[in-house]
């Protein structure tokens, strides 16, 4: 079965930075796209990155130029760093991936909650 776990969340101080990741488990054929979402308490789910097999990237407005998302394709790993973090950065953030093992599929982590305060 196929397991995504994130890691790297935590407390940071405003303008601080964190590295979070997002490990891939389990026989899969192969993996298209790996998208970074967060959730702040009280909103809905939104987009924060995403990047292609190919490495293309698309950001949310609100993290341009703060946070960069990459991918390991030999370790089936994404991450995001996120740098100059601001308090309302503050939510649960989930990885994601359109996985392909006997049919194609998009596969969600738990999530990591990343807390921005001083």
């Known amino acids: 079965q196929v397991q995504l776990v994130e890691s790297g969340g935590g407390l940071v101080q405003p303008g601080g930075s964190l590295r979070l990741s997002c490990a891939t488990s389990?026989?899969?054929?192969?993996?298209?796209?790996m998208g970074w979402y967060r959730q702040a308490p009280g909103k809905e789910r939104e987009l924060v990155a995403t990047?292609?097999?190919?490495?293309?990237?698309k950001y949310a407005d609100s993290v341009k130029g703060r946070f960069t998302i990459s991918r390991d394709n030999a370790k089936n790993t994404s991450y995001l760093q996120m740098n100059s973090l601001k308090p309302e950065d503050t939510a649960v953030y989930y990885c994601?991936?359109?996985?392909?093992?006997?049919?194609?599929?998009?596969?969600w982590g738990k999530g990591t909650l990343v807390t921005v305060s001083s």
């Open positions: 389990g026989r899969i054929l192969s993996i298209n796209a």
């Open positions: 990047i292609t097999s190919g490495g293309t990237t």
């Open positions: 994601n991936a359109r996985i392909t093992v006997t049919m194609t599929y998009t596969q």
